[in-house]
């Protein structure tokens, strides 16, 4: 039973720990990211402004990768807003909605271009 119990843990463990790595993507290939693109444009200027010190370019740096991240929007927004262990949270005084937005769409993408 403790054999059992002893391998379920270290499989549990193993599948888990799978999940937290956080690959350094380099400059792609396909050359610059298009990011004419208003919305997109303005989401660039937000994530130099409040993400790049620990994201930089959207890798790993301080905090984990983001452009290897498929969290749908919802998600990314919640993360933004509430923070999640060393991340601060950005508030809605801190951070519009539609500044958010913006920010979630340049995310998107980040990682549809790499």
Not at 45 to 52: E, Q
Not at 93 to 100: A, F, I, P, Q
Request: with cysteine; charged share 20%; proline share 6%.
């Amino acid at each position: 039973m403790h054999r059992l119990l002893l391998l379920f843990i270290l499989c549990l463990s193993l599948f888990m720990g799978s999940g937290c790595g956080s690959a350094r993507r380099g400059v792609p290939i396909s050359g610059p990211m298009d990011t004419s693109e208003a919305r997109i444009s303005r989401g660039e200027k937000i994530f130099k402004t409040h993400c790049s010190q620990c994201h930089p370019g959207g890798e790993a740096g301080v905090g984990p990768a983001l452009n290897n991240k498929w969290l749908p929007g919802f998600l990314l927004k919640m993360q933004v807003r509430k923070g999640y262990g060393a991340m601060p949270s950005f508030p809605a005084g801190h951070l519009s909605d539609s500044e958010l937005d913006d920010l979630v769409s340049y995310m998107k993408a980040l990682r549809r271009h790499g």
